[in-house]
């Protein structure tokens, strides 16, 4: 694929994504009216006298907070889940690898149990996740074994003993109230997100990106394997480093605000392939686009399909799975 | 000189000596087979050349400079490898893998520029394979990966190229092509370090040979001198024959019938 068309590319995805933008901030219980969002932009500017103050406060205070958040949410992951995917050369690789979301589980739970609230949940969950990747990364240290597969060997570790710790947690907890909060949790919604998260986790999303598209071509190397990378004079340790953590800060910022969410990390970076290429310089944009937009879609459908929230777990196993049995027809012939 | 072994011995941590007090040097131009049966050491021993291991005594000296002190990037600079096959986990296109090899050269937050994709293009033409250069790696045959993993060690711009098997997993027809490309490079001024399990590989060759027997036992000089039927038969463990062919116009190593 030639330059021109994959620029061309990223200029449909980034206008479908500012047109969707527009179209979910018009899409709620409130009124789907696009002329009283019009309106409430213009009021809050100045420009127009006060209309709709319901609608001024549920815009401002409750939906763009919410779009920013699901299109950030929806990057993270999908991001963190093609740079692991390169990084340890398999695409079947999801942003779970190294415990992050059960490390998360284990912090918000936690967090329930002791009685805490919203703010607390999610720093619990952030501390979590981190120390789940921590302690999955210090095993290859112990066991002087610096290899992929021991990294993800000792992920699949930490990740099971802390689903059994969070399944303990869940067995003493009380069942009408934070049993059904735990899982609630788990399932993953944007339903409750303020401004103030939504600006929690921007600072972590910007550098992580940055950092990981300035990084997007080594990852191609890194994903040749540890041999052909150092005889290709890179410094494995460091770019490797870098990479995970930056991988690991957007997936333990993301869950620790919206809980679990499945699927994205796994599907959106094959379809980015799919339109693209395997070029990580390329990979990695497209999937942030890409991640966006999906997350954008499905919080959308899930805060206005019924007039209950639909938990994001469920709408991206019941969309993403189908999506990705496509995109393993489309490439049936390059898969062995 | 460019590579210059001295007395290097290697072993894996907690297993026996895999060899020892190892000596040679690597001249512009030269080709190096290394030889032995499998598991003596031949690719721990290409490994240790290409920084990959250390080696625990001894030191290999690159330049005059010692390689243990030099940054994976320096060494590189001087080195390239061509692993014994490529297995990509991504179908990666053929020009964006040979352009790695300008990685070296580039800074880590960078891109390759126009200039590198030129190197990469140069260097599939110097393969001769240019015309793979937007085919994806999964679309080419054993033979076409192994010539496009050798332009990427071209692209490296190496004094040095080390080759581990690289025709192991080749056609007879393939093997022979990579051999004469071997020593096309040799003579533009390469030295190339090879490791085959064919002894009539480095009779074809005809540079140096270092052999590494499974006591650890190593033997390092030309071809015409050190190959013989008693060092052949002694190395393999079989009987072997070796036969000067007049009318093709060389040695052959050869089994005798089973």
Request: proline content about 4%; overall charge neutral.
């Amino acid at each position: 694929m030639n330059k021109d068309k994959y620029l061309r590319h990223v200029f449909i995805l980034s206008l479908l994504l500012c047109v969707l933008m527009l179209a979910a901030l018009c899409v709620g219980r409130l009124s789907s009216n696009p002329v009283d969002v019009y309106n409430a932009i213009r009021s809050k500017l100045g420009v127009a006298p006060i209309m709709n103050e319901a609608m001024e406060t549920v815009l401002f205070s409750i939906r763009i907070p919410r779009v920013l958040a699901s299109m950030m949410i929806g990057a993270m992951l999908s991001l963190s889940g093609a740079v692991y995917q390169g990084v340890f050369r398999n695409p079947l690789v999801s942003p779970d690898i190294l415990g992050v979301s059960s490390g998360a589980s284990v912090g918000a739970a936690s967090a329930i149990l002791l009685g805490f609230g919203m703010v607390e949940r999610q720093i619990f969950a952030f501390i979590g996740g981190i120390l789940a990747v921590a302690l999955a990364t210090a095993i290859p240290k112990l066991l002087k074994n610096n290899s992929n597969l021991i990294l993800v060997l000792s992920g699949i570790i930490v990740g099971g003993f802390l689903t059994s710790l969070c399944a303990i947690m869940k067995f003493v907890a009380e069942e009408q109230t934070e049993l059904s909060t735990i899982v609630f949790w788990q399932m993953g919604s944007i339903s409750s997100i303020k401004m103030t998260e939504t600006a929690a986790i921007s600072p972590v999303f910007l550098i992580g990106t940055v950092l990981l598209i300035g990084l997007s071509w080594r990852i191609n190397i890194l994903s040749f394997g540890e041999v052909e990378a150092k005889t290709l004079g890179m410094n494995i340790k460091q770019i490797r480093g870098i990479t995970i953590t930056c991988a690991s800060l957007l997936t333990a910022s993301a869950v620790s605000i919206c809980g679990t969410i499945g699927w994205i990390g796994l599907v959106i970076p094959h379809l980015a392939r799919l339109l693209v290429g395997s070029d990580h310089i390329r990979v990695i944009p497209i999937t942030v686009l890409l991640g966006a937009m999906f997350m954008l879609i499905i919080d959308t459908i899930a805060r206005s399909l019924l007039t209950v929230e639909i938990p994001l777990t469920i709408l991206t196993g019941l969309i993403g799975a189908p999506c990705y049995a496509w995109l393993l027809y489309r490439q049936r012939a390059n898969i062995s | 000189m460019i590579i210059e072994v001295k007395n290097i011995s290697f072993a894996y941590e907690n297993s026996l000596t895999i060899f020892r007090d190892i000596s040679f040097s690597i001249d512009e131009g030269q080709i190096i087979c290394i030889l032995g049966p499998n598991g003596a050491g031949k690719t721990t021993l290409l490994n240790c050349l290409a920084n990959i291991h250390k080696p625990t005594k001894g030191k290999i000296l690159l330049d005059g400079k010692e390689m243990e002190s030099m940054s994976s990037k320096e060494v590189a600079m001087n080195i390239g490898f061509v692993p014994q096959i490529i297995i990509p986990s991504f179908s990666y296109e053929v020009l964006g893998y040979v352009v790695t090899g300008c990685a070296p050269r580039i800074g880590i937050f960078e891109k390759p520029g126009q200039e590198h994709y030129e190197i990469a293009q140069q260097a599939l033409e110097q393969m001769g394979i240019s015309h793979l250069s937007h085919k994806y790696l999964t679309q080419i045959s054993g033979g076409e990966r192994q010539q496009v993993s050798l332009s990427r060690a071209l692209a490296q711009r190496p004094k040095v190229i080390l080759m581990d098997e690289p025709t192991a997993h080749l056609d007879y027809g393939n093997q022979i092509k990579v051999l004469r490309v071997i020593k096309k490079l040799a003579a533009e001024g390469y030295a190339a370090v090879i490791t085959t399990h064919n002894p009539d590989h480095a009779l074809l060759l005809g540079g140096n040979m270092a052999a590494i027997n499974t006591k650890g036992d190593f033997t390092y000089g030309n071809c015409r001198d050190v190959i013989n039927e008693e060092f052949l038969s002694s190395l393999y463990g079989i009987n072997l024959n070796l036969r000067h062919i007049a009318d093709i116009g060389r040695d052959v190593c050869i089994a005798p019938p089973l």
